[in-house]
């Protein structure tokens, strides 16, 4: 019940191009959502978060959008740029703190110039 | 914004040897920290949780008396790795928990 389950594992997306990953949880007591961005090398880097008492969050090229009743949740990247060239992961915690996250298993994307 | 420091950023110990590593927040006082490992190509593992002036909660699996865990003061965590073998060769990464989680840059240790 504690898992975040992430797809897809690896993206490839021309330059320009959206790219969408998706996370999907089982624990109801999650209710905060944040998206992390990792370079090799690096640690992650928080992206851009969301809480469930709003259905989409934009901050620039990036968008979360939640499904609360699915339980499901995405991010968006439009105009993917080959900067945006990393690994991305999804992750969720209970109480609305960044205190217990559990990490979605990655995806990395790739944007071809 | 909120920075998590990591030392050293890279080591290379020997095997039967122990590494300290540190983790320091650089402009807010953390409570609590946390320490990850992370494998190749894989999402990060909570190891355990540093509260400061108290005793750290480790994770289900992770061995206490090999990953010690001192968290001294409000801005400072340090992990130390016993008794070091090539198994525990990986990225460890550590957060600091303000309004959100802040990570360092990670550790990239490599025992031989």
């Known amino acids: 019940q504690q898992q975040v389950k992430q797809s897809p594992q690896s993206l490839i997306v021309q330059k320009g191009g959206i790219s969408i990953i998706n996370c999907a949880y089982e624990?109801?007591?999650?209710?905060?959502f944040p998206w992390y961005q990792q370079f090799p090398g690096k640690g992650p880097a928080l992206l851009i978060a969301?809480?469930?008492?709003?259905s989409e969050k934009k901050e620039g090229r990036f968008t979360i959008s939640f499904n609360k009743s699915a339980k499901q949740f995405s991010l968006h990247i439009m105009d993917s740029q080959p900067g945006d060239s990393a690994t991305y992961f999804c992750a969720a915690s209970p109480s609305g703190s960044a205190r217990q996250l559990t990490f979605g298993s990655g995806t990395q994307l790739t944007v071809l110039p | 914004g909120a920075v998590v420091s990591q030392h050293p950023s890279r080591v290379i110990c020997k095997s039967g040897t122990s590494v300290k590593i540190e983790c320091r927040s650089l402009d807010f006082q953390a409570t609590t920290m946390f320490w990850y490992r992370q494998f190749p190509k894989k999402s990060l593992m909570l190891m355990a949780t540093s509260n400061e002036g108290s005793k750290a909660t480790y994770e289900q699996g992770v061995e206490k008396d090999k990953f010690l865990i001192n968290h001294a003061s409000l801005t400072l965590s340090t992990l130390t790795v016993t008794s070091a073998h090539p198994e525990d060769s990986s990225f460890y990464i550590c957060?600091?928990?303000?309004?959100?989680?802040?990570f360092g840059p990670g550790t990239r240790l490599t025992v031989t």
């Open positions: 969301i809480r469930p008492d709003v």
């Open positions: 957060s600091a928990a303000r309004d959100e989680q802040y």
């Open positions: 624990n109801t007591a999650f209710d905060y």
